[in-house]
């Protein structure tokens, strides 16, 4: 049932219940105990009730511990076959120091374990998939905690360092850990990122600000070309995160290679709420984000329709926008383009693991104290998603081997976390991944239920092939969803490496690539595995196909105009304006 058909209480925290709400939710960062608690209990309860699935996990262990112990003999006589072998993913164990025992053999003591527990925690009959997918994945976590990587004594590459620099890298490590914590302690910002703030080596593209409201400024970009293609271009980005990563340094900004195209660019910024815009709802980002930006570029061309861009939850929101504009004759979009953006939650990945009720309503009651969700406490839960990069491999080689990792704009971007208003933030949560009202037909604008189904405009749709926030097989489900012609493409790479991508400079990556499937140009297949393996990869960036495609869905040309600013203390506000600078 949608969030606002429900009691108008139901959903609201009592004052009497937060102190202790607000300690558990501080203690446990942010997850639910409770929502780990009935996932255990009920994995737990039908497990003691199946003996065929206690003497399969015997066996199994009894099996791997003589594999184990025919191994580790062995491995002290020269080379022999593993027991097992550490996932594609997993570098943890593939340094060559890993390869000489005792340490061989404790690396595959921890491969078979996680073996062993990935056994127990999957398979047991009665138990719902979603506890299933919550306690294997909180097994997973408190496993790695463990590796042999992770331990001084345990780990040989770093027994090695020590050895050769007399102790130092553990000095360093110390320095690192003790600025990182005094960082932590503090409230302040990762060390280097100062190098990197807008308007100084990041956001840097030329523009002015030329609209503004409560919610969000609009950024016009200056031309740099003689012509410019008729219909410009309006960047939606997400909210949870500031703007500018998509206009990065010069050398990796999305932005600045689509002017250089040949493109007007208009880009959204959205404010960093506060306490005072607690009430601030999803109908409120509609409105006054896409839709007032909407407004605001075909006032300043207002013969021209729109190519509409968003990305991540920025593109959701403008496939909302884009359905309640349906296919009427004031519908100002030419085309739209949706960049790692899902607009079907029943299968989001790991993410998922922290959407129910349970947890939901964990997550109100953090925000109810100060009307917001920090941005710092959802970096908590993508970084337990890709834990054994984010966390582990940290610790590992900052405060073991001593290294520093060298700040970088995506990083020193990542780290520039916004907050995101009490209400928005709920009803995005149970309207979006609990009831996944948008696919499933319920989701309501201004009192009226819209459709995916009238999005009738040519659709543009990146997805990324290794992306932890917006899975690919999960945004390939707009093939299915609405009436207009998709064009699907796959990047290689993650949610944000794979959109951060340019083709050429400094900042390209040599082993970026992209698939397309020509012949599902018009309909793609159901099964996104059927259209994986008929698509042609290409080497290199996604960005000039995207530039042909908005290209062939461009209708002519116009000569550029100087970008009139917003007069702000009687000057124009040039980018990247002021909202971006709100912490």
């Known amino acids: 049932m949608p969030i606002e058909n429900l009691p108008p209480d139901q959903h609201e925290p009592n004052p009497l219940d937060l102190p202790i709400k607000l300690w558990l939710a501080r203690l446990a960062h942010g997850i639910s105990p409770s929502s780990v608690t009935q996932a255990y209990a009920?994995?737990?309860?039908?497990?003691?009730?199946?003996?065929?699935?206690?003497?399969?996990?015997?066996?199994?262990?009894?099996?791997?511990?003589?594999?184990?112990l025919q191994y580790a003999q062995h491995a002290w006589h020269g080379d022999c076959q593993q027991c097992v072998e550490p996932t594609p993913q997993d570098k943890r164990f593939s340094p060559r120091d890993w390869n000489r025992p005792p340490f061989t053999a404790l690396a595959q003591a921890f491969l078979l374990s996680e073996?062993?527990?990935?056994?127990?925690?999957?398979?047991?009959?009665?138990?719902?998939?979603?506890?299933?997918?919550?306690?294997?994945?909180?097994?997973?976590?408190?496993?790695?905690?463990?590796?042999?990587?992770?331990?001084?004594?345990?780990?040989?590459?770093?027994?090695?360092k020590t050895m050769n620099t007399g102790g130092v890298n553990l000095a360093s490590g110390f320095v690192n850990w003790s600025r990182d914590a005094l960082a932590v302690l503090t409230d302040g910002r990762p060390r280097g990122v100062e190098k990197f703030l807008p308007g100084k080596a990041v956001a840097i593209t030329p523009g002015k600000v030329v609209f503004r409201n409560h919610l969000m400024e609009l950024i016009q970009y200056d031309a740099t070309s003689a012509e410019l293609a008729l219909e410009p271009?309006?960047?939606?980005?997400?909210?949870?995160?500031?703007?500018?990563?998509?206009?990065?340094?010069?050398?990796?900004?999305?932005?600045?290679?689509?002017?250089?195209?040949?493109?007007?660019?208009?880009?959204?910024?959205?404010?960093?709420?506060?306490?005072?815009?607690?009430?601030?709802?999803?109908?409120?980002?509609?409105?006054?984000?896409?839709?007032?930006?909407?407004?605001?570029v075909q006032a300043i061309q207002p013969r021209a329709a729109i190519h509409a861009m968003g990305y991540c939850l920025g593109g959701t929101l403008l496939a909302v926008a884009a359905a309640a504009l349906g296919d009427g004759t004031h519908n100002p979009l030419k085309t739209l383009t949706l960049l790692a953006a899902q607009t079907d939650?029943?299968?989001?990945?790991?993410?998922?693991?922290?959407?129910?009720?349970?947890?939901?309503?964990?997550?109100?009651?953090?925000?109810?104290?100060?009307?917001?969700?920090?941005?710092?406490?959802?970096?908590?839960?993508?970084?337990?998603?890709?834990?054994?990069?984010?966390?582990?491999?940290?610790?590992?080689?900052?405060?073991?081997?001593?290294?520093?990792?060298?700040?970088?704009?995506?990083?020193?971007?990542?780290?520039?976390?916004?907050?995101?208003?009490?209400?928005?933030?709920?009803?995005?949560?149970?309207?979006?991944?609990?009831?996944?009202?948008?696919?499933?037909?319920r989701y309501r604008v201004a009192g009226k239920t819209v459709s995916l189904s009238e999005i009738k405009v040519p659709i543009f749709v990146l997805a990324t092939e290794h992306d932890h926030v917006s899975p690919w097989t999960s945004v390939f489900k707009i093939n299915r969803q609405t009436s207009g012609p998709v064009c699907f493409v796959l990047s290689s790479g993650g949610h944000n490496v794979g959109i951060v991508n340019p083709p050429a400079g400094p900042m390209a990556h040599p082993q970026a690539s992209y698939r397309v499937n020509a012949k599902s140009s018009q309909k793609a297949p159901l099964d996104p595995q059927e259209w994986f393996d008929s698509a042609t990869e290409h080497a290199g960036s996604w960005w000039p196909y995207l530039h042909d495609w908005l290209k062939k869905h461009s209708s002519g040309k116009l000569k550029p105009q100087p970008v009139r600013g917003l007069l702000v203390d009687n000057a124009p506000l040039a980018a990247p304006g002021s909202y971006v600078h709100m912490q």
Do not use: C
């Open 42 to 68: 009920d994995w737990f309860s039908h497990l003691l009730t199946s003996p065929s699935k206690q003497s399969e996990l015997a066996a199994s262990a009894f099996r791997k511990y003589l594999m184990w």
């Open 115 to 160: 073996q062993w527990w990935a056994e127990s925690m999957t398979g047991v009959r009665g138990v719902s998939s979603h506890h299933e997918d919550v306690a294997a994945f909180t097994m997973r976590q408190w496993l790695d905690i463990w590796s042999p990587s992770n331990f001084f004594l345990s780990n040989p590459e770093v027994l090695h």
């Open 233 to 296: 271009v309006l960047i939606v980005p997400s909210w949870i995160m500031k703007y500018y990563i998509l206009d990065l340094t010069p050398d990796d900004s999305l932005v600045k290679y689509l002017v250089g195209q040949g493109h007007t660019v208009f880009m959204v910024s959205w404010k960093n709420p506060g306490s005072e815009d607690r009430d601030l709802g999803m109908d409120d980002y509609l409105e006054l984000g896409v839709m007032a930006a909407l407004k605001a």
């Open 345 to 441: 939650f029943h299968e989001p990945g790991e993410l998922g693991l922290f959407i129910d009720e349970s947890q939901i309503a964990f997550i109100e009651d953090l925000m109810a104290a100060r009307g917001y969700l920090d941005g710092r406490q959802m970096a908590g839960a993508f970084q337990l998603i890709n834990s054994k990069d984010l966390v582990w491999s940290k610790l590992v080689h900052e405060y073991l081997m001593g290294a520093g990792t060298p700040m970088t704009a995506l990083r020193a971007w990542n780290a520039d976390a916004t907050r995101m208003p009490a209400r928005m933030h709920s009803e995005y949560l149970r309207r979006f991944y609990l009831h996944n009202d948008l696919a499933e037909g």
